[in-house]
């Protein structure tokens, strides 16, 4: 062991220098790669600051152990130096992470068209980002403290009772734990996404982060919305862009018993013949119910995503609105109210023809076709074939008679 401080600061600074020549040739290497290789530039930018903190350190190191591996607090000195260096090189491990992840993402981009591989491999990615950096901490942290001889006397208590304590544990972190494997199976059975555009609890809006124990929707207004990974795996909800992201969309409108459907229906094309919202799939223009004095016209048209649809059914709204109250204002809906005179009973009016009667036929009887689907629903016999009574129906008296012939009125009429 050199007493003459000098001694030690020419062995570091020897080791140093080594260290920093072999991180310059690591440099040098990477920005050859870095030429034809794009991605070795975001490599560089991630990792240059612990990789050179760590080259230093080690470096340092080095140096130290040379001259004072004898010395009397070497041991304290040996410790600090072997902590810091789990912990950079933590650091340099986590860097690395983020750098596969990020590269991962940038040639998997979320801002596209098509992005539903795109999509599950950004969701999967920032879960498997978050589990290995805390892996990287967790294991970095154990490794610092097992350099203490006390801590090791501590782990091994510890693995002698680890039964006990992981049932307690378990216990204790009961849905925490739920909340951890409902978002791995979210994340890796593909039910959920981020950039999915979703309803859940009433709201709509867009998953826009995925953790292991909360999921947070971007909804339509700017909120946010944070739900426990556990309501998406115990409570129904709709995805709109589970494997697409078109949909199709409907226009409602109650109007009076005088408007053209046909008119309506020409309008409706021209109308989106004019729009770049409406992608070309499907228009249709029906009346769907004809009661209460109204007639309900209904249009469904379709788009490319969530956002879009929802301001074309706005705008072919708006369109049909217009359009009934300038070329069709007597369909605009209106409540009548008629006024007559009381008609006196028994007696019909002059020229009026012959008294109206009740028609026969119907749905099961008054043709061959109706009687033999009323045949399809009529119960059969209980006993038999030939429709004859049972010794159980013979031996209740006159009861049975009425019931069977009501059953075989109903089944006649």
Not at 370 to 380: G, I, L, V, Y
């Amino acid at each position: 062991m050199p007493d003459n401080p000098i001694d030690i600061l020419v062995a570091v600074a020897i080791s140093v220098a080594a260290a920093v020549a072999f991180a310059l040739i690591v440099k040098l290497v990477v920005w050859l790669v870095a030429r034809r290789h794009p991605w070795a530039g975001g490599l560089v930018r991630r990792a240059r600051r612990p990789f050179w903190a760590l080259m230093l350190l080690i470096g340092v190191w080095v140096g130290l152990h040379a001259t004072l591996s004898d010395s009397d607090w070497w041991p304290i000195v040996g410790r600090v130096l072997t902590i810091a260096t789990i912990c950079f090189l933590a650091w340099l491990l986590a860097a690395l992470v983020h750098f596969v992840t990020d590269l991962t993402l940038e040639r998997n981009r979320i801002d596209v068209p098509d992005n539903q591989l795109a999509r599950k491999l950004h969701t999967q990615a920032m879960i498997v980002r978050r589990l290995l950096i805390a892996l990287i901490v967790v294991i970095a942290i154990g490794a610092s403290l097992l350099t203490f001889d006390s801590v090791r006397a501590v782990g091994a208590s510890v693995l002698a009772s680890a039964g006990i304590a992981s049932i307690v544990a378990g216990l204790a972190a009961q849905s925490v734990l739920a909340n951890m494997f409902a978002g791995l199976q979210l994340v890796f059975s593909d039910a959920l996404r981020v950039d999915d555009v979703i309803v859940a609890q009433g709201e709509w809006g867009k998953v826009g982060e995925i953790t292991l124990s909360y999921v947070v929707l971007d909804l339509w207004d700017d909120r946010r919305l944070v739900l426990p990974c556990t309501y998406f795996t115990t409570t129904p909800y709709e995805n709109w862009t589970r494997r697409g992201s078109e949909l199709l969309g409907s226009v409602e409108m109650d109007l009076d018993w005088r408007v053209s459907p046909q008119r309506m229906r020409e309008h409706l094309d021209r109308v989106l013949e004019e729009t770049p919202l409406y992608d070309g799939r499907a228009s249709v223009l029906q009346v769907t119910e004809a009661t209460g004095g109204m007639v309900r016209v209904r249009v469904l048209v379709t788009a490319g995503d969530a956002p879009t649809l929802f301001d074309l059914r706005c705008f072919v709204r708006e369109a049909m609105v217009l359009f009934v109250q300038s070329e069709m204002p007597d369909a605009a809906p209106a409540q009548r109210v008629l006024v007559s005179e009381a008609a006196k009973p028994g007696r019909r009016p002059r020229g009026a023809g012959p008294a109206e009667q009740a028609g026969e036929s119907g749905l099961f009887t008054g043709s061959a076709e109706a009687e033999e689907r009323a045949s399809q629903f009529a119960t059969p016999p209980r006993d038999g074939r030939d429709g004859s009574l049972g010794e159980a129906d013979a031996r209740s008296g006159d009861d049975v008679v009425p019931v069977t012939e009501e059953v075989a009125v109903v089944a006649r009429d």
